[in-house]
């Protein structure tokens, strides 16, 4: 392989800026292309009338291993959610806290009726390994799983629906079990976080560590071979190696690929100001919909956690899964009510901030799908080479700049 020119990676998401990371610890030249006007791709914090909001909620497991490995958790300045949370059901909050971390609500939560005694036990094994999702194949669905492994149907509306659908991004719970497994084994092991300057620290963070000459914004990649890329502005650049950093539908566009299609799971989130005085609610925890009735599945008072609202106001962000085709004014309207019914008269004082809807948020992910990490020569990376999260997307980018300094490691197609 000629190693003259620089490794290019199309895409500084956090697989591109990870693969970038390695390569630059390795010494070997690269050139970031990235064609929006900043690094970390779906993981983004705009700043707004003095309030912090990412594009969609979203979290960091601090069990995550790749995540431990690839970031700085001290300088990021991660705040922990409350190791439980609360659920909406027949007009008022019950608490499951985690009886491992916070002993006397994890016993007091037993009484309440989010699932019986036996489901309570039954996640307690699951936590501990005495049962376990191993032995199901990765096909099967997790709600088809979490009825093998025996919890009763108020366990599963009442907690692991609006739970699980919100990291899924699914309301259905048809993501393959293995997603379930994994994101409950980290959701065992850590906590779940936010870095005090919200999501998008943390591609700030691995993108600081690179030169800035080793980035490039608002150049987008049209045509690539293993060789070269070249952009839009018509101009082409020579590479040793060329990485597509992307989602999967533009790695496959890029090298003419058949089955571009996927789908995606949607989000959509809304972000509520709301004076100081009139918050409800003062821990940093996660309070899901147990009931099934109103559009938003889950919600947190984010200023709870990290500094993101101004003095004397406070912040809501409240996640509704899928596309939603309803104007603001309908779909606020709606989740008022719903708040309304949850926290009473006073949330008339909150008021939508704004209004993200993440039409490609997660790539769906029913079954475990295996992407060689290198066509036509031209290597890629990204979270749907893995169960898609943060976690697989630091992965992936790490493993695509591995193969490319030790190319005897890339694995031969079967
Ligand atoms: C609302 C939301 C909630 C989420 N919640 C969680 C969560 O709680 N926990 C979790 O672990 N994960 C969550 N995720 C998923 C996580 O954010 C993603 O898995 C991860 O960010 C994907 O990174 P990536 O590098 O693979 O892709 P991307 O972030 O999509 O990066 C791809 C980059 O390539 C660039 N690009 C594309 N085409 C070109 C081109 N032709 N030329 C140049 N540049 C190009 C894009 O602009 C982009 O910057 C969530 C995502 C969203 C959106």
Same mark, same amino acid.
């Given at each position: 392989?000629?190693?003259?020119?620089?490794?290019?990676?199309?895409?500084? &998401?956090? =697989?591109?800026?990870?693969?970038?990371?390695?390569?630059?610890?390795?010494?070997?030249?690269?050139?970031?292309?990235?064609?929006? +006007?900043?690094?970390?791709?779906?993981?983004?914090?705009?700043?707004?009338?003095? $309030?912090?909001?990412?594009?969609?909620?979203?979290?960091?497991?601090?069990?995550?291993?790749?995540?431990?490995?690839?970031?700085?958790?001290?300088?990021?300045?991660?705040?922990?959610?409350?190791?439980?949370?609360?659920?909406?059901?027949?007009?008022?909050?019950?608490?499951?806290? +985690?009886?491992?971390?916070?002993?006397?609500?994890?016993?007091?939560?037993?009484?309440?009726?989010?699932?019986?005694? #036996?489901?309570?036990?039954?996640?307690?094994?699951?936590?501990?390994?005495?049962?376990?999702?191993?032995?199901?194949?990765?096909?099967?669905?997790?709600?088809?799983?979490?009825?093998?492994?025996?919890?009763?149907?108020?366990?599963?509306?009442?907690?692991?629906?609006?739970?699980?659908?919100?990291?899924?991004?699914?309301?259905?719970?048809?993501?393959?079990?293995?997603?379930?497994?994994?994101?409950? /084994?980290?959701?065992?092991?850590?906590?779940?976080?936010?870095?005090?300057?919200?999501? &998008?620290?943390?591609?700030?963070?691995?993108?600081?560590?690179?030169?800035?000459?080793?980035?490039?914004?608002?150049?987008?990649?049209?045509?690539?071979?293993?060789?070269?890329?070249?952009?839009?502005?018509?101009?082409?650049?020579?590479? =040793?190696?060329?990485?597509?950093?992307?989602?999967?539908?533009?790695?496959?566009?890029?090298?003419? =690929?058949?089955?571009?299609?996927?789908?995606?799971?949607?989000?959509?989130?809304?972000? $509520?100001?709301?004076?100081?005085?009139?918050?409800?609610?003062?821990?940093?925890?996660?309070?899901?919909?147990?009931?099934?009735?109103?559009?938003?599945?889950?919600?947190?008072?984010?200023?709870?956690?990290?500094?993101? #609202? !101004?003095?004397?106001?406070?912040?809501?962000?409240?996640?509704?899964? &899928? /596309?939603?085709?309803?104007?603001?004014?309908?779909?606020?309207?709606?989740?008022?009510?719903?708040?309304?019914?949850?926290?009473?008269?006073?949330?008339?004082?909150?008021?939508?901030?704004? /209004?993200?809807?993440?039409?490609?948020?997660?790539? =769906?992910?029913?079954?475990?799908?295996?992407?060689?990490?290198?066509?036509?020569?031209?290597?890629?990376?990204?979270?749907?080479?893995?169960?898609?999260?943060? +976690?697989?997307?630091?992965?992936?980018?790490?493993?695509?700049?591995?193969?490319?300094?030790?190319?005897?490691?890339? !694995?031969? /197609?079967?």
């Amino acid at each position: 392989m000629n190693v003259s020119g620089p490794v290019v990676i199309v895409g500084a &998401g956090i =697989s591109g800026l990870a693969c970038a990371n390695t390569l630059q610890e390795a010494g070997r030249p690269f050139l970031l292309l990235e064609k929006s +006007d900043a690094p970390g791709g779906r993981i983004a914090t705009d700043h707004y009338e003095g $309030f912090k909001l990412d594009r969609g909620f979203q979290v960091l497991l601090t069990a995550y291993p790749e995540a431990e490995k690839a970031l700085d958790y001290p300088s990021l300045k991660l705040r922990n959610f409350y190791n439980g949370s609360r659920v909406w059901f027949q007009g008022r909050f019950h608490t499951l806290a +985690d009886p491992f971390r916070n002993p006397i609500a994890g016993i007091a939560s037993i009484a309440n009726p989010i699932g019986s005694f #036996a489901d309570k036990l039954k996640v307690g094994l699951l936590r501990t390994g005495l049962i376990s999702t191993k032995s199901i194949p990765h096909e099967v669905p997790t709600i088809q799983a979490l009825d093998q492994l025996g919890f009763s149907n108020s366990m599963i509306e009442r907690f692991w629906r609006p739970f699980m659908g919100g990291v899924f991004l699914e309301n259905d719970l048809h993501t393959s079990v293995r997603k379930f497994e994994e994101t409950f /084994r980290f959701f065992s092991k850590g906590a779940i976080a936010l870095p005090e300057d919200g999501i &998008g620290a943390i591609p700030r963070q691995i993108a600081g560590r690179l030169p800035p000459k080793s980035i490039r914004y608002q150049e987008q990649v049209v045509e690539v071979s293993k060789n070269s890329v070249s952009l839009r502005s018509g101009e082409k650049i020579q590479a =040793s190696a060329v990485v597509l950093a992307t989602d999967f539908e533009q790695a496959s566009l890029l090298t003419n =690929s058949k089955g571009i299609e996927r789908d995606w799971n949607s989000v959509e989130c809304l972000y $509520f100001k709301i004076p100081q005085k009139w918050l409800p609610e003062n821990k940093p925890i996660l309070l899901l919909n147990g009931e099934g009735e109103g559009p938003v599945n889950n919600l947190s008072f984010l200023s709870n956690l990290t500094s993101c #609202a !101004p003095s004397g106001w406070a912040l809501a962000s409240a996640t509704i899964l &899928g /596309r939603r085709e309803e104007s603001d004014g309908t779909l606020v309207e709606e989740a008022i009510t719903q708040m309304k019914r949850w926290f009473g008269p006073e949330v008339r004082y909150w008021e939508l901030l704004r /209004r993200y809807s993440v039409s490609k948020a997660i790539p =769906s992910f029913q079954k475990k799908e295996s992407f060689h990490p290198v066509i036509d020569n031209i290597f890629r990376c990204g979270d749907y080479m893995g169960t898609p999260s943060i +976690d697989s997307a630091l992965k992936s980018g790490r493993e695509a700049a591995e193969l490319i300094l030790n190319p005897k490691l890339i !694995p031969t /197609r079967e």
